[in-house]
């Protein structure tokens, strides 16, 4: 009778589990980026005191693309980079 509970799973695995966690992270960690950014340096947001500025001067804000930036990692890339990880875990890519 076996009674291990926990079993040990082979390096090639854990290393990709390792960068299936790295990657997901990734988009999260931009946003979470931008978002103190936009803290820490409130002057760089130009929508507290938008005198005299055009559209684009309010919409593209660095602290707003980087979170932008983000989200768009997160959807576009991440998630079929993710898929194609666990796909080549499951031995099926």
């Known amino acids: 009778m ?4 926990l079993r040990e799973l082979p390096v090639e695995r854990a290393r ?3 960068r ?3 990657v997901s992270m990734l988009a999260p960690l931009t ?10 340096q409130p002057y ?4 507290l005191h938008p ?3 055009g559209f684009w001067w309010l919409a593209i804000e660095p602290p707003l693309l980087v979170c932008f930036a983000g989200v768009v990692f997160g959807y576009f890339v991440a998630r079929p980079l993710i898929a194609d990880l666990e796909g ?6």
């Not at 076996?2 to 509970?5: E, G």
């Not at 946003?31 to 820490?40: P, Y």
């Not at 080549?88 to 890519?93: K, L, P, R, S, V």
Request: aromatic share 10%; hydrophobic share 45%.
């Open 20 to 22: 299936v966690r790295v």
């Open 16 to 18: 990709t589990r390792i």
């Open 31 to 40: 946003v979470t980026a931008g978002i103190v950014w936009a803290f820490v």
């Open 44 to 47: 760089r947001l130009t929508l």
């Open 51 to 53: 005198y005299g500025q």
């Open 88 to 93: 080549q875990d499951d031995g099926t890519a």
């Open 2 to 5: 076996n009674t291990h509970i």
